[in-house]
């Protein structure tokens, strides 16, 4: 079993639907969980840092931790064409610097 | 601007010519590391670096070297590249703590071809 497992999409809403991305992991002792953002041509930026379960709000963006089931969401709502980009899940673990990163899912929002 | 910077962005070289792709941040952070990324593959860690002078391997190190002299670079260097190390490159950089990774800085990247 990989340790992080993100479905790579690729995901087409129409502009205004609400975006569900999710990852599922392995490792029981991953405690901080992050989406990142990458635009083509571009390196990935930190989008929202959770730690242990629970919810997190950021403008449109939500991030969920359930970690009983081992399970991370990222929602979008009202989706715009400049959220257009891959989006990678990324984990890691108490005292541990390395990043588990999910292969990323491509979303597309079409006017 | 706080930044980590790669360079060259793109990068087309022959079979076992020696090169150097280089990074700089000016965050002072301490944790540095070289992923590569490929479709369908994601992003797969080659070599990190807990402080100055420390490095070690991450899931994909073979063909690659790195250094650490001093915090704010670490480039990575190909002895011989091959074809098979024809990928998107990224520089990242970090705080390092006890308890855990914070949100990794990365660069924009270094697009590779190696014919």
């Known amino acids: 079993q990989k340790e992080v497992e993100q479905d790579p999409g690729p995901l087409s809403v129409p502009e205004g639907a609400i975006v569900s991305l999710n990852c599922t992991y392995s490792?029981?002792?991953?405690?901080?969980f992050m989406w990142y953002r990458q635009y083509s041509r571009k390196g990935p930026e930190l989008l929202m840092y959770?730690?242990?379960?629970g919810n997190k709000e950021d403008g449109r963006f939500t991030a969920q931790v359930d970690k009983s089931s081992k399970y991370i969401s990222l929602f979008i709502r009202d989706s715009q064409p400049s959220d257009s980009a891959t989006y990678l899940c990324a984990m890691s673990a108490y005292g541990n610097n390395r990043l588990a990163f999910g292969k990323g899912n491509q979303v597309v929002v079409i006017p | 601007e706080a930044q980590v910077t790669q360079n060259p962005r793109y990068l087309i070289t022959v079979t076992g010519k020696k090169l150097t792709v280089t990074c700089s941040q000016n965050m002072n952070h301490e944790y540095m590391s070289w992923y590569r990324q490929d479709p369908g593959l994601g992003l797969r860690q080659i070599y990190y670096?807990?402080?100055?002078?420390?490095?070690d391997k991450g899931d994909v190190p073979e063909g690659y070297k790195v250094s650490r002299k001093e915090k704010r670079n670490f480039p990575l260097i190909l002895e011989s590249p091959s074809p098979n190390q024809t990928s998107l490159y990224f520089c990242?950089?970090?705080?390092?703590?006890?308890?855990?990774?914070?949100?990794?800085?990365f660069g924009s990247g270094t697009r590779l071809t190696v014919v």
């Open positions: 990242a950089s970090s705080l390092s703590t006890r308890t855990g990774a914070y949100g990794y800085t």
């Open positions: 490792n029981s002792a991953f405690q901080y």
């Open positions: 959770t730690y242990s379960s």
């Open positions: 670096s807990m402080n100055v002078e420390v490095t």
